[in-house]
T-cell receptor, first 115, second 111 residues
Framework: DAGVTQSPTHLIKTRGQHVTLRCSPI?????VSWYQQVLGQGPQFIFQYYEKEERGRGNFPDRFSARQFPNYSSELNVNALLLGDSALYLCASSLEWLTGFDEQYFGPGTRLTVT | DAKTTQPPSMDCAEGRAANLPCNHS???????VYWYRQIHSQGPQYIIH???NNETNEMASLIITEDRKSSTLILPHATLRDTAVYYC????????????FGKGITLSVRP
């Protein structure tokens, strides 16, 4: 079975532009979480979606938004890009709503560079 | 903020056991200890988790002290492919239980 897939793998954008990142969870997984990882730091939680509803949000500005589709895939959108948004964006899937008992499986990430 | 403290780096020889320490002195009763690792330029990989008993799987062993204030991840026979950043995470149970990563510990396995 395929693991978590993300597209694109790399992306270069200019300040002020908008970007959409995509994630397909493991088959049968209903929950998708997004994380941002800047160089030298651990991943930071952005959003969690379960059954197409937002279930959790980290400390990120409103320029960041996401949604989950009926097939459980997800998109992360970032508006008005800043240089500081340059990072590896990771998607993780899990079977159900995060309860602390479940394991999250991470995709390879999308490397976003903002110039 | 991360609720764990890890040294920034350590190394070990290939074939030897790697013992990675983690302090979590403020852990509460409903919080699990999770370990993930991240090999360069890849997404984090789940290793193991535990509440208060020692745990073992095909990848590693997790030893949690009786007072649960610290733990050790043991890779019994480290290989070069185990070179990675290892994250120790204290995770609440219940709704919206996200993973809160710190900076982790960089393990370098030398030939």
């Amino acid at each position: 079975d395929a693991g978590v897939t993300q597209s694109p793998t790399h992306l270069i954008k200019t300040r002020g532009q908008h970007v959409t990142l995509r994630c397909s969870p493991i088959s049968g997984h209903k929950s998708v979480s997004w994380y941002q990882q800047v160089l030298g730091q651990g991943p930071q939680f952005i959003f969690q979606y379960y059954e197409k509803e937002e279930r959790g949000r980290g400390n990120f500005p409103d320029r960041f938004s996401a949604r989950q589709f009926p097939n459980y895939s997800s998109e992360l959108n970032v508006n008005a890009l800043l240089l500081g948004d340059s990072a590896l964006y990771l998607c993780a899937s899990s079977l159900e709503w995060l309860t602390g008992f479940d394991e999250q499986y991470f995709g390879p990430g999308t490397r976003l560079t903002v110039t | 903020d991360a609720k764990t403290t890890q040294p920034p780096s350590m190394d070990c020889a290939e074939g030897r056991a790697a013992n990675l320490p983690c302090n979590h002195s403020t852990i509460s009763g409903n919080e699990y200890v999770y370990w993930y690792r991240q090999i360069h330029s890849q997404g984090p990989q789940y290793i193991i988790h535990g509440l208060k008993n020692n745990e073992t799987n095909e990848m590693a062993s997790l030893i949690i002290t009786e007072d649960r204030k610290s733990s050790t991840l043991i890779l019994p026979h480290a290989t070069l492919r185990d070179t990675a950043v290892y994250y120790c995470i204290v995770r609440q149970t219940g709704a919206n239980s996200k993973l809160t990563f710190g900076k982790g510990i960089t393990l370098s396995v030398r030939p």
